[in-house]
């Protein structure tokens, strides 16, 4: 099957600025992909060059088979929910989703009632008339997907959609994406920083350092088995121990609930305590190297400034290859 | 002791003041221009206005104070509205070439032009207003004249026929460039044209890339981006900048004096009514043409929704 979305080498330099620098991505029909990276690591770029607001330096991108290298955006089968949206400020909500429709020279009561049935299907029918500078930025959200989403693209790309929303109102749309997503049966390439946000919606994600991929995988992968200490580093949950504590060849992670206080081998000192609610958070320091463990409730929960021993399970303990 | 920090004196008092009462710093510095504005400019203008609904006694050439209509009645003389018409559409034309060149300029530096490129872009724009204008309108003079550098560029290239045939033309021809309506035209256009720019360039400046992205992005080429979304969020600017161009050139008594056919355009005749010929009320009537047509075009823009986005 061809890959909806197909990155063989490419490359994006701004001058001495290696955005993007040799890249292979292969993004099957279907798929919710998440690329995932801190800012200036190249995941909006990459976006961008899906889109074809950029050009590559080198290499080839495909969308379905079909090289794109000298398609300009508007000839390409791709739609973009943009970070600050880009909802056009002197059209109202309706023909601001109808755009598209208007373009490809749809007559307007087509256009109209297509424009309605996706704000509906966004949750926001009846808000045609408004202006975006009425809505809320969740609401602008909404119409920004509604505006990409009723052009029914195959590849709809969403750089960052959430990030300017409140915590509750983007758990809520990544719910509502994902679910979309999964009744459109579209491919979705979605960029974001923020590991939560790319683990509990993606399908597979890609982790961005640098320019360059260092791991491709899905969300259980990328969490339990970094592949290089960046990604334990970035996704960020697990415990990076060096060589030197465990005996290994490379670093090695290991996930604060795997964590033993109290049976094991390893001197720790225990630096602080905090009650999360369904789990206490113990932060330790072995030998100048800072960890976290998890305790239920059942565990006994040490004082700050005690000395204790540290263990975990050998299955638990990840070893992860050298840095390239 | 107090934890308080002490007062700083007279201006530290004043501030504290500003700080509890900000009206006060508001109306402080909004008295002067209101003023200024409201009574010596304003005022002087109503002044002038009352003037038009007095008459001239033809005999005495005496002000008779009485307020009629007669002296507007007047300007629909076929002389005075051959007066009215040339101007209006002579406006009209240099605001429209102004919008057309000043566009893709504006454009231009709104969009691309960075650091330097940008100091430029505002030096070009500003740097003719640092002459005279006196003194850019007579080199104009020179360049369109007989013997100017532009006779000499047609000649050079063997057109010399085709500006001959050119200012055979009726209505736009005349004896050499600089004594021709479009002398005039384009020296009226060089002169406003940084008006234009300008609050088109500010427009530009704040549509963000990506809106012009997102356009492209769902399907339109660059020229529909440049009429379902450019121009709608330029045409605050373009307005703006209309509003300068058009009433500059509803107004101005000199360019078409130096430069062009003797024939009078309004601010010729409000200069020589008000003047020479001592037909205040007349002048003051004229002097009310262009504040009605402004209003007018100011509605109609309006209605066409120009300030939607601003």
Redesign the interface.
Known sequence: MTSAVSFTGVSRHFGTVRAVDGVDIEIAEGEFFAMLGPSGSGKTTCLRLI???EQPTAGSIRLFGQEVRDL???RRQ???V???Y?L???LNVLDNVA??L???GRSKAERHREAEAALEMVALPGYGARKPSELSGGQRQRVALA??LV?KPRVLLLDEPLGALDLKLREAMQEELKTLQRRLGITFVFVTHDQGEALSMADRVAVFNEGRIVQVGAPEEIYYRPQVRFVADFVGSSNILPPALTGQAGYATVRPEAVRIGAGTLPATVTAVSFLGAATRVTLDADGTRLTALLSKADARPEVGAAVMLGWDAADLHVMRAEG | MSELATSGGVTGRVSDLFWRRPRVLLFLLLAPPVLWLGIVYLGSLFALLAQSFFSIDEFSGQINYELTLKTYAELFRQSNLDIIIRTVVMAALVTVASIIIAFPIAYYAARYARGRWKALFYLGVMLPLWSSYLVKVYSWKLILAKEGILSWLFQTLHLQWLLDGFLALPVVGGNSLSFSPTGTFLVFVYVWLPFMILPIQAALERVPVSMIEASGDLGAAPRQTLRHVLLPLALPGIIAGSIFTFSLTLGDYIIPQIVGTSARFIGLAVYQYQGTAGNIPLAAAFAVVPIVIMGLYLWWAKRQGAFDAL
Request: glycine fraction near 8%.
């Open positions: 889109a074809g607001f300009p955006p508007y791709v739609n973009t943009f970070q600050d880009a056009f400020p002197h755009y598209g208007m373009i490809a505006r990409a052009n």
